[in-house]
């Protein structure tokens, strides 16, 4: 995947910073163990981080589901600033990731590694330029869903973290255009503009454009085909919407998203709907924001599975695609619903069933 540059500006301008005692020191330095010291393992983001690196991934998911977790993780004040934070944490990794094999000169050469982990986790026509004190970064394929909000706070945090880890100096990223805020990219700066990622009236109208946008891409009038990322940059952006602390608001907006989509799918008349065709969108649904594997047993009474995969099995997301099913399932007025968590060789099994009276 080739880098590109704007025509006209150099990449190798400006920030003639000489970081071999920064952090490129600070990072070979914290690789090295002492003598005798056992070898010290990898932790779950760090291997992730590394095969994404390498190019490594085996999964692709569908862009819908990044969507979904950047809208959940940018609900409220609160967790966008998480998701800024969990992404500076990665951006640190990632550099430290990079100065095991690489020693730098310059600051600017970093940069061209930072592109490289965004586009091997999946983003496309990335461009960039370095000027004294100000990098500028632009994604010009995200997907253009105009939802009203910025919501890349995760992904202007990897890169101040990335930088900031580089220069030896915090280095702060802003969001300042956003292609889900009326823009045809993704403009990412060190300028001192200002930019703001949480505004509660804007939250709550892209949750409900959010819903609107799935709703055109189960019903197909959305004929784009959705752009595929990095199973392994899913698991790691996920993170803020996965936060213990914010599990009742994510289950309570996860339910009205999936009513809102059963809602608007079936023109407030899914009680109408076949029960086979109705199950079949719910189950493209769990899919396409990559909510588990789910495998219905039967529809009369209604009897399924959802499986998760070990690299998102925990229990707060099989919690929150319990609550958008529910949400779907019950505009079509299903009887009583039981759901039952087990784990199966690692991994979680979400069983739900429908208790319809005069059944056993």
């Known amino acids: ?53 390498k190019n490594e991934s085996t999964r692709l998911v569908s862009e819908n589901s990044l969507l979904f977790s950047s809208v959940m993780s940018n609900l409220t004040a ?16 990632i550099f430290y990731d990079i100065s095991k ?34 990098v500028n970064i632009q994604i010009h394929d995200k997907p253009h869903v105009n ?3 910025n919501l890349h706070s995760f992904e202007a945090g990897i890169m101040s973290g990335f930088l900031t880890a580089a220069t030896g100096r915090y280095i702060l990223m802003e969001e300042l255009e956003c ?11 060190t300028a001192h503009a200002k930019a703001s990622y949480y505004n509660q009236e804007r939250a709550k109208m892209a949750v409900n ?36 602390g914010y599990s009742e608001e994510m289950e309570k907006m996860a339910y009205y998203i999936g009513s809102k989509v059963g809602y608007g799918l079936f023109s407030g008349k899914a009680r109408e709907a076949p029960d086979k065709a109705f ?32 690299s998102h099995s925990r229990s707060e997301m099989v919690s929150i ?7 779907f399932i019950e505009t079509k007025q299903f009887g009583d619903i039981s759901a039952a968590k087990e784990v199966r060789g690692g991994s979680y099994r979400l069983s739900i069933s429908e208790n319809r009276k005069g059944n056993k």
């Open 321 to 327: 695609s319990l609550s958008l099913i529910r949400g």
């Open 147 to 149: 939802l009203g909000i």
């Open 101 to 134: 094999e690489k020693h730098y000169i310059w600051y600017e050469e970093t940069v061209s590694d930072l592109i490289k982990f965004f586009e091997r986790s999946g983003y496309r026509d990335i461009t960039y330029n370095v000027f004294p004190e100000m």
């Open 279 to 310: 199950l079949e969108s719910l189950s493209e649904l769990i899919k396409l924001l990559n909510l588990g594997e789910p495998n219905f047993k039967r529809t009369k009474p209604l009897s399924m599975n959802v499986d998760f995969g070990s």
């Open 179 to 189: 292609s889900c805020n009326g823009s045809d990219h993704c403009a990412f700066s």
């Open 1 to 53: 995947m080739s880098q590109k540059k704007e025509p006209g500006r150099n990449v190798k301008t400006g920030f003639r910073t000489s970081i071999s005692s920064t952090g490129a020191a600070k990072a070979e330095k914290a690789a090295q163990p002492l003598p005798g010291a056992p070898q010290r393992v990898q932790t779950h983001e760090e291997v992730i981080i590394s095969r994404i690196m």
């Open 209 to 244: 454009l959010f819903a609107s946008h799935i709703i055109r891409q189960l019903d197909k009038s959305d004929k784009r085909e959705p752009v595929k990322a990095a199973q392994e940059y899913y698991t790691i952006s996920s993170h803020t919407m996965l936060d213990r």
């Open 78 to 93: 609160g967790l966008g600033t998480l998701s800024r934070r969990h992404g500076s944490h990665i951006g640190r990794l």
